[in-house]
């Protein structure tokens, strides 16, 4: 701990008027203008706001992680000591004792190479200076165990890939308590958890609070974690506070309109249910509707390494998607909602079973017989910044498909096309000439939309096309799909884990769990009247944005099916 700019304040965390600037090639760039924080001991402060808001940068301004081109002014005192004015040494030492960090993706955040007690005791080394290796393993199994890990003893001892999801953003939590951290900067903890497992990582976020008196600032666009876990809430708006209140006030009336914006773009489970919205003629007419996809017990296997028996990811599925209707599919990671999607787009091969997708089998179908039908069936991939080529224009990567589909069309009928497909997404037609890069996340994502409709398919699979955009962005990007599906007619298969948003936009919604289709029917059904015991765990893990509603479904869950401290 140093001892430069001490002062006797009681707050764990007190920002004023602080200020950051970034120098970038196409000039400065005001991050954060004048933003006024302060945090007590154990209190969680929820920081919200749209992406390029400032919430990032004003939290990792806490632990000094600013890149160079950065320049910061103001003050940021942590247990009284002003970070802005410490030097790179002095900021190390105060790294980990008083001040962690927890990340949003635990994967890229932990060393591959290292068993978790080595990286445990990372910090111990850096901080304690003199410690054995036994007395660093015996610190790995304390924090292991103080975050709900079993058998704590010989799993330090296993590489973070033999970890989940959850385990693994457990493990990172545990690191940020092992030198007594009094603050933990949690940004964006949740986003890359399903919702059972983020259950249980709220959980033990508000166990460790109580126990330790731990303050924490959550980081995060999901106003149901804010509901859940937030006992105060600072909104963001072009790198401002605009709006400082208590979790149950900021929710039960919001004083400012951006703040009553970012609530009402808030999809809720129930509300806005697809089916219900449909006239009795549309329901009948989509029930009597020719079927697109027909998968009968459907089996996708994955061969195993070095003598072991194969990998059963699809376990005999059954399900049928009709001419203009949404299904939507959810359930946890690994349960084989893409492995499906794939297989219907034709980028996976089925094992066992039958699929047939637009009156074609799949199962042993060739590549080049599949060529002509790949042409009508459209892919949304879940990050589109990976899924386009950085080199080529946004006319180029949405003008890819009539290269290779349509070869009759010259270059100014394949850019009328372009253009008329960026208005339809709500897109300026200039932004043709610019590359992904310069596009927003919620930008890119139209233009994936745009690329996936441009051959006029007649069946579209959307991969978790909203999971990392913001709210309102998520919900600008909910209400296209929805109009252009209803304009143009096509069927969909919509992947998600977020249920508020499939059942805001899916007629029918099926439920994977562990590769098997536990249950099936239409969205009210499935949502309200929920008849497996996963479709319960998986409606009663998900936080709405109602801090009085959530409290209720905490009790009943943890009543039903225990504390988040379980194995996730």
Known sequence: MTDIDTTGTTARLEIRDLDIRFATDGGEVHAVDGVSLEVAPGEILAVVGESGSGKSVTARSVLGLLPETAEARGTVLVSGTDVVRLTAAQMRRLRGEDVSMIFQEPSSALNPVFPIWWQIGEGLRAHRGRISRKEIRAEAVRALESVGIPDAAERIDRYPHEFSGGQKQRIMIAM???????????????????????????????DVR?????????ITHNMGVVADLADSVAVMHHGRVVERATATELFADPREEYTQKLLAA?????????????????????EEAEPLVVARDLVVEYPGRLGRAPFRAVKGVDLTIRRGEVYGLVGESGSGKTTIGRAIAGLERTTGGSLAVLGHEMRGMRERSFTPLRRRIGFVFQDPATSFNPHLTIEQCIAEP??????????????????????????????????????????????SLARALVLGPELLVADEPTSALDVSVQATVLDLFRELQQRLGFAALFISHDLAVVDSLAHRIGVLYRGELVEEGHGPDVLQ????PYTRRLIASLPVPDPAEQARRREAYAQEWGSGRAES
């Open 529 to 532: 009247r929920p008849q497996h």
């Open 266 to 286: 808030v999809p809720h489970l129930g509300r806005d249910s697809a089916w219900s919205a449909l006239e009795p003629a549309a329901q009948q007419a989509l």
């Open 176 to 206: 940020a308590l092992a030198l007594g951290a009094e603050l933990i900067v949690a940004d964006e903890p949740t986003t890359a958890l399903d919702v059972t497992v983020q259950a249980e990582i709220l959980d033990l976020l508000r």
């Open 402 to 447: 009539l290269v290779v589909h349509e070869q009759q069309l010259d270059a100014a009928e394949r850019g009328r096309r372009v253009r008329e497909l960026l208005e339809a997404v709500e897109l300026p037609g200039d932004y043709a000439r610019r590359y992904p890069h310069e596009l927003s996340g919620g930008q890119r994502q139209r233009v």
């Open 210 to 218: 109580d126990r330790f008196g731990t303050s924490i600032i959550l």
